[in-house]
């Protein structure tokens, strides 16, 4: 990505909203045709953190970039209240004005808020005013397997209360033995359940056996209407990583350039350090272009990388680093 200083520079917001992607008919054969060559997968995603990906000019704004694509996340079985309350405050002021005024912005949010169910009405409580949606995990989060009609209850439920945004999980089981009739029909309930609440299909990535598999999975969730598709749950063992986001970008591609929908991208779990950040974001663009630089098309699930990140826009602005504690999460 490091090219001609305005290639690199921050692209401006692009106010236009691509039409949501209605899914289409399963189409077995071009599922069966997907495969994925894991080693030269591996290979490419081995040389990304190796390169400068962001030019040092530029990386601020890029951060700040970053900031404004997190679904900050709690997703804890000790959540309280309190806690939701000030993770909305940060999402409201992810980053310091101190640090903010300088670098000349203001107005930055963090792209969603994530929570359990239960913790729906509280954050919208706590956002009102703010614009930023809350986004529920649902359909038996994390391993997804409780019956079905209570799966899309549940998400019945959440709409009900309020979620904009509804990352549901597959049934790894259905890509374990290649059932993909079965998983669309799921996603496509699940959808149906959504209304006009937006779906991000969670495959947990690390569960899936094979590259092949996530490939599988990434399009028949986007041919039964997924409006992203995400990594993990961030409670698998293996949660993103850069060949399985390799695998789904380049299955966004696909499926955009043979219908000519736009499909999100969220990779979420153990996403921490800004570094990281920057290296999806440059990938994002390298692979998909800047347009999916963008809230609308891309998010980071994380609980953490927004306390780095300030730090990091710190450091530049300063020259050094504050203690932990001065970016607070909540
Ligand atoms: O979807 C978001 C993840 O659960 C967050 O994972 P993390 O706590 O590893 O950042």
Not at 1 to 13: D, I, N, V, Y
Not at 194 to 212: F, P, Q, Y
């Amino acid at each position: 990505m490091e090219k001609t200083a305005s290639e690199t520079r921050l692209p401006q917001l692009v106010a236009e909203h691509p039409p949501r992607n209605p899914g289409m008919a399963l189409d077995l054969d071009w599922v069966a045709r997907v495969q994925a060559n894991t080693s030269a997968i591996e290979r490419r995603a081995k040389t990304l953190p190796g390169r400068r990906s962001v030019k040092k000019a530029h990386q601020a704004a890029w951060l700040l970039k970053a900031v404004s694509c997190i679904d900050l996340t709690t997703l804890s079985g000790d959540d309280t209240v309190g806690r939701v309350q000030r993770l909305c405050a940060k999402a409201r002021q992810p980053v310091r004005e101190d640090i903010l005024e300088p670098l000349g912005m203001s107005g930055l949010t963090t792209g969603a808020v994530c929570v359990y169910h239960d913790m729906i009405a509280p954050a919208i409580d706590a956002l009102q005013g703010s614009g930023i949606p809350v986004a529920a995990v649902s359909t038996g989060f994390p391993a997804g397997l409780s019956p079905l009609h209570l799966r899309i209850a549940e998400i019945e439920e959440s709409v009900k209360a309020g979620a904009a945004e509804i990352d549901i999980v597959i049934s790894r089981r259905h890509v374990l033995t290649q059932d993909w009739q079965a998983l669309y029909e799921e996603m496509r309930a699940f959808r149906d359940a959504c209304g006009d609440a937006h779906v991000k299909a969670i495959l947990a990535t690390g569960e899936l056996g094979s590259l092949r598999n996530v490939a599988r999975a990434s399009l028949v969730c986007m041919m039964a209407g997924a409006d992203f598709i995400k990594t993990s749950t961030g409670k698998e063992s293996v949660n993103a990583t850069l060949p399985v986001s390799l695998v789904m970008i380049r299955a966004i591609r696909d499926y955009l350039d043979a219908t000519g929908y736009h499909v999100g991208y969220k990779p979420a779990g153990g996403i921490s350090k800004a570094k990281d950040a920057l290296i999806y974001l440059s990938l994002m663009k390298d692979e998909l272009g800047v347009r999916w630089c963008q809230p609308d098309l891309f998010r980071f699930g994380a609980s953490s990388l927004l306390g780095d990140i300030e730090r990091q826009l710190e450091h530049h602005l300063t020259g050094a680093y504050s203690a932990n504690h001065r970016h607070a999460m909540g």
